[in-house]
């Protein structure tokens, strides 16, 4: 028995250690292959189909719902609610955290569409919908200037990392927002997001999870 454990102990290490030292997809191939995956539509498909069935659940959970809560949605915006597609080609998928920040400060990220009319749908529905971003408190002003500008009016909250949570992981930080909400008295419905760190964590109701092939944010 001793030596059967041994021996699956080796040959465990050894198929580790051969995923380890495989070599990983060429990073050029790969960059095309997300350009195609975006251009060919098949990006805005994909997304298309998480939101609808976002919409779909909340359309039955709002049906269900308690009237003595507040139902909320929650959105991230890089990549769920605002798109930094321009950006990332014009950097090749590449540039350095300060660039891709100059590029935020611009404020002119197009809106995710189907987002867009998941979050119409909410407010019309008096769901408050508030949105949790990574990006930071100093860049407030041009993400409110262009979430408004493409048609995100009249939200509920916008949540920016501040300096306390500068260094905590997304998804830390992200919980203890969404526990502050709840603790206002609302009812998270549903939270959507393109990381999964978006996703993680207490307090987020139903997740739905857009795709993204183009950067992880642990
Ligand atoms: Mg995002």
């Known amino acids: 028995m001793k030596k059967y454990i041994a021996s699956l102990f080796v040959s465990v290490f050894a198929l580790s250690a051969s995923i380890a030292f495989a070599e990983p997809p060429n990073l050029e191939i790969a960059k ?7 251009d ?25 719902s308690n009237d003595n809560k507040k139902p909320a949605m929650i959105l991230d915006i890089d990549e769920t609610a605002l ?18 920040q100059e590029a935020a400060a611009q404020g002119i990220d197009p809106a995710i569409k189907p987002t867009l009319e998941l979050y119409k749908f909410a407010k019309a529905h008096n769901v408050a919908v508030f949105f949790i971003t990574g990006r930071k408190e100093m860049e407030r ?19 920016l990392r501040s300096k306390e949570y500068e260094q905590a992981p997304a998804a830390t930080y992200k919980s203890a927002m969404r526990k502050q909400i709840t603790d206002q008295g609302y009812d998270i419905i549903i939270n959507v997001g393109d990381q999964k760190s978006d996703l993680a964590g207490p307090y987020t109701g139903k997740n739905f999870k857009l795709p993204d092939p183009f950067y992880y944010i642990p």
């Open 141 to 159: 002003n041009a993400t409110a200037a262009n979430l408004e500008k493409v048609g995100y009016t009249g939200w509920d909250g916008l949540i």
């Open 32 to 38: 095309q292959q997300v350009m195609r995956y975006h």
């Open 83 to 100: 798109s930094n597609y321009p950006d990332m080609i014009k950097m090749h998928f590449g540039g350095t955290f300060k660039q891709m």
């Open 40 to 64: 060919s539509g098949q990006y805005e498909k994909d997304i298309t189909n998480v939101i609808n069935s976002a919409m779909r659940y909340l359309k039955i959970a709002l049906a269900h």
